[in-house]
């Protein structure tokens, strides 16, 4: 099987079929044992989720695991050659010193194309549908598929300048995703940090600005030691309502749809990045909702995952249903979704250590309720929320935007990358000196 991508659409005519290995080298350089490093910088497959790195991993050389073999450089692209389908890759455009990649990686260098446009182009939909096909239909537990499929693709090329448009088009969508990634990181650091000043450290404002413990505020005799004077134990269910969630039966078709009622997974949340929800991967239909125990949950509500695993949490922008996965809190106004997000983000821990179960641990409707919490006076939450609120709104616009350009790239991409649409540039048609694939080659048509 080779792949034709983009719905078997003919190239321009001056565009050139060619091996991927005639135009880069596919796990080029591997660390041994007589390198002399002393500390690596490790990407683990599991690290690379929406195109990005979620966290490097440091280690003594001797130390690493032992798939922590491929050596990564500038402009290098990381693809997963297991489970091809959960998209675990990036493109590295500054390397940090001695980056190791696992071997559970296929680590491109582009050499005689241009790196964003190759990028792309490996990593647009119909190639990741093309590698899991070929995954899917190896005998391994882990669909997974050898490197070599990569070198022997067949890829069509344009001209190395509208190459070089086109990668450089793909790269400032995502660059302003990025962008977007690290506002947000910025927001949310700066919120866990303002409630753990006030409701771990107890620096909240006094009645004269100045932060309660720092200067003097009164405490009181707690069953979780000295709490601020009028603060109160309680429960989670004196933050809001618990609500659980319900799954239409999968034997009636008519119950789903691709859009009516949102309702949400634990595996939504676990695909997304975002503080915010608005629907998962599939709705249900309002006969799915009328013949199950599905309950409407309001905008405002924090979902939180319940079971495998407990702790994925996020805040609905709009009605949403769950399934039973979730045991979601609906706060009380005076309350608010934010004060409750962050809460249950601080306190996950103490919530899982009250699950059970053999198989997997999950929380129950009725122990969530009993969940002990801390509740400050009324005065203290509205100042929290004055504040959090609009940093929640920042944050819900770049998520939003992001989502936009998301589809913008997703929609260009395969138009860009089989000539549907062209850039404009300066036509220079002359053909690079570049092997010409063997005509043998099949075709693949997806």
């Known amino acids: 099987m080779s ?32 390198d002399r490093i002393d500390t690596i910088q490790y990407i683990d497959i599991a690290a690379v989720n929406h195109r990005n790195i979620d966290q490097l991993q440091t280690f003594k050389l001797n130390d690493a695991p032992s798939r922590a073999r491929r050596i990564v450089q500038d402009n290098d692209i ?21 980056m190791i990649a696992s071997t559970g990686f296929a ?21 990741t549908r093309y590698l899991t096909q070929i995954a899917e239909g190896q ?18 090329l344009p001209p190395e300048n509208e190459q070089c448009e086109i990668g450089e088009m793909l790269a400032s969508v995502d660059k302003k995703i990025e962008l977007n990634n690290a506002i947000n990181k910025n927001l949310e650091e700066m919120a866990q940090a303002l409630f753990k000043r006030w409701f771990v450290d107890f620096e909240f404002p006094n009645e004269n600005g100045e932060p309660y413990k720092s200067s003097g505020g009164e405490f009181e005799e707690s069953e979780l030691g000295l709490i601020p004077k009028n603060w109160k134990l309680g429960t ?5 309502e618990v609500a659980g969630g319900a799954t239409p039966s999968k034997k009636n078709e008519d119950f789903y749809t691709a859009r009516g009622i949102p309702w949400i997974t634990p595996k939504d949340l676990s695909k997304i990045n975002n503080k915010y929800i608005s629907r998962g991967e599939i709705d249900i239909t309002q006969k799915g909702f009328s013949n199950s125990s599905v309950k409407l949950l309001p905008k405002g509500t924090v979902l939180f995952s319940s079971r495998a695993p407990i702790g994925y949490i996020a805040i609905a922008k709009n009605e949403v249903t769950t399934n039973q996965g979730f045991k979601s809190v609906i706060p009380f106004k005076h309350v608010g979704s934010e004060f409750v997000y962050y809460l249950l983000k601080s306190n996950v821990e ?48 770049c998520e939003e935007e992001n989502e936009d350009l998301t589809q913008l790239r997703d929609t260009l991409l395969p138009k860009l990358m089989s000539g549907e649409i062209r850039v404009p540039v300066e036509r220079d048609n002359s053909a690079t000196d570049l092997p010409k694939v063997a005509e043998s080659n099949a075709i693949y048509q997806p």
Request: proline letters at 8%; zero cysteines; a neutral charge.
């Open 3 to 34: 792949f034709e991508p983009f719905n078997g659409m003919t190239p321009p005519n001056e565009w050139k079929a060619r091996l991927v290995k005639d135009i880069a080298v596919v796990n080029e350089r591997s660390i041994k044992k007589s």
């Open 78 to 98: 990381l693809i997963s050659t297991v489970r091809p389908n959960l998209k675990h890759y990036t493109m590295i455009r500054k390397a940090e010193p001695d």
């Open 107 to 127: 680590v491109i260098s582009p050499k005689r194309v241009h790196p964003d446009f190759l990028y792309y182009y490996l990593t647009s939909d119909s190639y």
């Open 139 to 156: 005998t391994s537990a882990y669909p997974a598929f050898n490197s070599d499929i990569i070198e022997n693709t067949v890829i069509y």
């Open 236 to 240: 989670i269910s004196d933050l809001g």
């Open 350 to 397: 103490t919530i899982e250590s009250r699950a059970s179960g053999s198989t997997f641990k999950e929380i129950s409707g009725a122990e969530m309720k009993r969940v002990p919490v801390l509740i400050p006076t009324e005065d203290v939450l509205a100042k929290f929320n004055d504040i959090v609120e609009p940093i929640g709104r920042l944050t819900q616009k």
